[in-house]
């Protein structure tokens, strides 16, 4: 459940394109203020995810 703070929150996010499974199962929850970071190898989805 969202707090008052929540900015962003999603769960059990998936995406496939083709065959390859881009996002499979992504929880994210994101607060007023935080300061967030994706790394990730080069295709792993983090533009997909944002």
Do not use: Q, Y
Request: with cysteine.
């Amino acid at each position: 459940m969202p707090s008052e703070t929540t900015l962003i929150e999603a769960h059990s996010l998936c995406l496939a394109r083709g065959e390859r499974r881009v996002l499979h199962e992504v929880d994210v929850s994101v607060d007023r203020g935080e300061i967030v970071t994706l790394v990730g190898l080069n295709g792993a989805g983090k533009s997909t995810l944002v």
